[in-house]
C-alpha cells in the first residue's frame, strides 16, 4: 500500500500511464500496453493509461492492463481520468467472448482506484455513447471520498450502457461519501440494459440464482469520513435514466437512499425500470431513511415499474420497502404504473414498511394528478417495523389521491411493532388525508387476497387483513373508489384498545367497503370491518365472514357448508370478478377471485 505515495507517474494536474492528456483528431488505437508503476496527480485527471481524453475520431482500447494504484481528485479512473467524444471510444476484445482491459490486484501488491470525486474502476467520467465488445475486468477497490464513486465509471452522461461487457470479482469494494454504485456512481440520461433474462411468473416465483448478476462485490461507506448518500447496487444517483435486465448479488450499505440496485432516482421524463432483480446478500440502511431492495427512492414523472424481484433481507429506517422505499410522483399529469413487483426476503424498519413499497406520495399540490396504479405484486417476506408508522405486505403508506392497489396478493406475516401503527396485510393506510372531512376519488382498493398472519404489539394500533386504515371518501364517488371484492385468510390475533377487523381495520369519513371476505381468524375483534372514528358517516354493502373467525358487526356469517353456495354472497359476481373453488385448489373451497395471479402461488422459503 506504501506504492500509493511514490511518485512514479506523477503531475501536480493530468497524469496519465501513457498520456497526461491527449486530443484524438486521427483514428488511434492503445494496444497491449501493461501499467505496473502508480500514476498520481495532485489535483484532477489521473488514469492508467490517459488522465484527460477528448476525442474527435475514434479511439479504440484493446488488451491493456493497470496493475497499480491511481490517485487523484477529481476526475480518477483505472484506464481514463476524463473521456469526453460521442461514440469516438471503443473498448474492443479480440472476439466476443475474449478478455481484453482489465485493471486487477496483484497477489504481491496494492492495486485501487481512489479520489475525490468522479471515481471508476475504468473511467472516472466519461460523456457520451461509447462501442463495446468482449469483457473487461475490474477486481480492484474503488473509493470516491467526495462523491461519484462507480466499480466502472464514476460519472457517466448521454449514454446507453450494455453492462454484459464488464467483469467485476465478488472482492470489489466500491465505497465514498455520496452517489456511489456498484456500476457507475452518477447517471445522467442514461440508459443501462444487463444480459439477466427477463422476468416471468408464468411457472410461479423463478428461484434467484437463476439470474446472472452484474455487480457481485460490495458498495459501502466508511461512517467516520463517508456521508453514505445515495448508494445503490448499480447506479447510485441517477436521473432520466432506465434499467433493463439486470441483477445484483452483493450487498449495498448507506446511511440515507440505499438500493439494491439504486439509491436515489429523479426521472421527470417518461423512464421504466423493467425486468430487474436484486438477489443481494443485504441491503442494510440502519441509521438512515429511503431504503429499498430495488430502489432506495424514486421521485418520477410518467413512469412504468414492472417485473421486478427482490429476494434481498432489507433493514433501514423510516421507508423501508421491499422493492423501492419511497415513491413520489411529480407533476399533476405525471401517472405512475408499477405491475408485477415481488418481495421475497424479509423486510425490517422503523415507521412506514412495505413489502413492495414502503411510502408513495405525491409533489405539493399535485395530489389531484394523474392516477397511480399499483398491480398484479406480491409478497412472501416477513414485514415489521418497530415506530409508530404505516405497515403492509405490499404497501406501508400509501399517502396519494387516485390511488389504486389491485390483483395483489400477500403470503407473510406483517407484524407491528410496539409503537401504534396502521397495519394491513395488503397496505397499512391508503389514501390522501385532506384538511376536510372527505377526498373525492381518493383510493381504490380491490381484487386483493391477504393470507399472512396480520399483527401489532401496540394497543392503539388499527389491524385489518386486507388494509389497517383507509382514509376519507366522498359521497359523489362512483362504483369504484373504495375498498371492494378483497378477501381475508390470514390470522388476526392482536387484542388492541379498538376492534381489528379480518378485512379493514379502521374506515374513515364517506368511506365505503363492499363485496368482501374473511375467513382468518379474528381474535379480538369483527368478521370483516373493524371500527370508526367517532362522528364518520361510512358505507357497508355485503361483507361476509366464515362462522366463528369474529363478530359479526357489520358483516354477515355462512358456515362452511354454504362456502359453495354463490347466492349465499349477495351481489358477488361470479361470472367475471370472483369464482367458487370447486377443486378446493385455490382457496380450500372458499369463494376466490378470478384475477388475482399470486393468490395460489407458493414458496417454500430456506
Same mark, same amino acid.
Given at each position: ?10 503531475? @501536480?494536474? &493530468? ?19 501493461? #501499467? ?6 495532485? %489535483? ?22 493497470? $496493475?497499480? @494504484? ?9 484506464? !481514463? ?19 481484453? $482491459? ?103 416465483? @423463478? ?51 440505499? &438500493? ?17 432483480v436484486s438477489r443481494m446478500e443485504c441491503v442494510e440502511n440502519p441509521y438512515g431513511d429511503e431504503t429499498g431492495g430495488l430502489v432506495g427512492k424514486a421521485e418520477t414523472g410518467e413512469t412504468v415499474l414492472q417485473y ?128 376536510? !372531512? /372527505?377526498?373525492?376519488?381518493? #383510493? ?24 389497517? /386504515? ?22 388476526? @390475533? %392482536? ?14 369519513? /364517506? ?38 373467525? &369474529? ?6 356469517? !355462512? ?14 359476481? !361470479? ?14 373451497? /372458499? ?16
Open positions: 500500500k506504501e506504492a500509493e505515495s511514490i511518485k512514479v507517474i506523477y503531475a @501536480p494536474k &493530468g497524469a496519465g500511464g501513457l498520456v497526461g492528456e491527449a486530443l484524438v483528431t486521427g483514428k488511434s488505437q492503445i494496444a497491449n500496453c501493461t #501499467m505496473a508503476g502508480t500514476v498520481r496527480s495532485e %489535483s484532477d485527471y489521473a488514469g492508467g493509461l490517459i488522465g484527460k481524453a477528448q476525442l474527435q475520431d475514434n479511439l479504440t482500447v484493446i488488451n491493456n492492463s493497470v $496493475n497499480a @494504484p491511481i490517485i487523484g481528485k477529481k476526475y480518477v479512473g483505472g484506464l !481514463f481520468g476524463y473521456v469526453t467524444g460521442n461514440n469516438h471510444l471503443a473498448l474492443s476484445a479480440d472476439s466476443e467472448s475474449a478478455s481484453s $482491459n482489465t485493471i486487477a490486484q496483484l497477489s504481491n501488491g496494492h492495486v485501487a482506484v481512489r479520489g475525490t470525486d468522479c471515481v471508476g474502476g475504468l473511467i472516472g467520467y466519461l460523456e457520451g455513447n461509447f462501442k463495446a465488445s468482449g469483457l473487461h475486468h475490474v477486481s480492484v477497490n474503488v473509493t470516491a471520498d467526495g462523491c461519484n464513486g462507480g466499480g466502472v465509471i464514476g460519472h457517466l452522461k448521454d449514454c446507453n450502457m450494455n453492462t454484459k461487457y464488464f467483469v467485476l470479482t465478488n472482492t470489489v469494494h466500491v465505497a465514498g461519501s455520496e452517489a456511489i454504485g456498484g456500476l457507475v456512481g452518477r447517471a445522467e440520461n442514461c440508459t443501462f440494459t444487463g444480459e439477466g433474462k427477463s422476468v416471468s411468473f408464468t411457472n410461479g416465483i @423463478p428461484k434467484a440464482d437463476t439470474f446472472k448478476s452484474s455487480f457481485p462485490g460490495i458498495v459501502e461507506y466508511d461512517s467516520k469520513i463517508h456521508k453514505g448518500v445515495n448508494m445503490g447496487g448499480i447506479v447510485g444517483y441517477a436521473t432520466e435514466t432506465s434499467l433493463h435486465n439486470l441483477c445484483c448479488s452483493g450487498s449495498v450499505t448507506g446511511s440515507s437512499c440505499v &438500493g439494491g440496485l439504486i439509491g436515489y432516482l429523479h426521472n421527470r421524463s417518461q423512464d421504466n425500470i423493467s425486468h430487474c421486478l424481484i427482490n429476494y434481498t433481507k432489507v433493514r433501514g429506517g423510516n421507508h423501508t420497502g421491499g422493492v423501492i422505499g419511497h415513491l413520489r410522483r411529480m407533476g399533476i399529469e405525471s401517472g405512475i404504473t408499477m405491475d408485477y413487483a415481488v418481495n421475497v426476503g424479509d423486510v425490517s424498519g422503523t415507521k412506514n414498511v412495505g413489502g413492495v413499497i414502503a411510502y408513495l406520495d405525491h409533489m405539493k399540490d399535485c395530489q389531484r394528478g394523474a392516477e397511480i396504479r399499483v398491480t398484479d405484486c406480491a409478497n412472501y417476506g416477513t414485514i415489521s417495523n418497530t415506530d409508530a408508522g404505516n405497515i403492509g405486505g405490499i404497501m406501508g403508506h400509501g399517502n396519494c389521491a387516485r390511488l389504486t392497489v389491485m390483483y395483489c396478493a400477500n403470503h407473510g406475516k406483517v407484524e407491528g411493532g410496539t409503537r401504534p401503527s396502521k397495519v394491513g396485510g395488503i397496505v397499512g393506510r391508503i389514501g390522501y388525508d385532506p384538511a376536510t !372531512f /372527505y377526498e373525492s376519488e381518493n #383510493m381504490e382498493l380491490a381484487y386483493c387476497c391477504n393470507r399472512g398472519t396480520v399483527s401489532s404489539g401496540s394497543k392503539g394500533s388499527h389491524v385489518g387483513g386486507v388494509a389497517g /386504515y383507509q382514509e376519507e371518501g366522498h359521497q359523489s364517488d362512483d362504483t369504484h373508489w373504495m375498498t371492494h371484492d378483497c378477501y381475508n385468510t390470514g390470522d388476526i @390475533p %392482536s387484542d388492541l384498545n379498538a376492534d381489528t377487523g379480518g378485512v379493514l381495520g379502521c374506515i374513515d369519513h /364517506y368511506g365505503e367497503i363492499v363485496r368482501c371476505i374473511n375467513i382468518g381468524k379474528v381474535s379480538h375483534g369483527n368478521g370483516v370491518l373493524g371500527t370508526h372514528p367517532d362522528s364518520r358517516i361510512f358505507y357497508h354493502h355485503n361483507l361476509y365472514h366464515l362462522e366463528g373467525t &369474529g363478530k359479526g358487526w357489520k358483516s354477515k356469517a !355462512f358456515s362452511e357448508s354454504d362456502k359453495k353456495n354463490s347466492a349465499k354472497f349477495k351481489n358477488f359476481d !361470479f361470472n367475471s370478478v370472483w369464482e367458487i373453488d370447486q377443486n378446493d385448489k385455490k382457496n380450500g373451497g /372458499y369463494p376466490c377471485l378470478r384475477k388475482c395471479p399470486f393468490q395460489s402461488v407458493y414458496i417454500t422459503k430456506k
